[in-house]
């Protein structure tokens, strides 16, 4: 059984960064490309960007230059930086891995449970 498990949300305020971490662990066998999405109140979920497995990472508009997402595939681990937070910016992250678990020859989706961040004006 393959899950992913994300930490590190919370309440800042705003122009403050918070980090998030999103682990991978069960039988895997390979981990493909991860990223975060996020969902605000009464809006539907948006990629906030990806990281292939080389480290080639994309993009939101709005994030861009403020958010930063990094992996370490030794650790099974994906993050994401977050610096100079906007109240927009606000809801629910959530993380998700193409994986591969071991001993099958196809890959899934998966996803975490998803961790708030709220930013306050």
């Known amino acids: 059984q393959v899950q992913l498990v994300e930490s590190g949300g919370g309440l800042v305020q705003t122009g403050e960064s918070l980090r998030l971490s999103c682990a991978a662990s069960?039988?895997?066998?390979?981990?493909?490309?991860m990223g975060w999405y996020r969902q605000a109140p009464g809006k539907q979920r948006e990629t906030v960007g990806t990281i292939t497995s080389d480290g080639n990472t994309n993009y939101v508009d709005s994030v861009k230059g403020r958010f930063t997402i990094s992996r370490d595939n030794a650790k099974k681990t994906v993050y994401l930086q977050m610096s100079s937070l906007k109240p927009e910016d606000t809801g629910v992250y959530y993380c998700h891995g193409n994986i591969k678990p071991s001993g099958y020859w196809s890959w899934r989706m998966y996803w975490g449970q998803g961790t708030q961040v709220t930013v306050s004006s």
């Open positions: 069960g039988s895997i066998g390979s981990i493909g490309a």
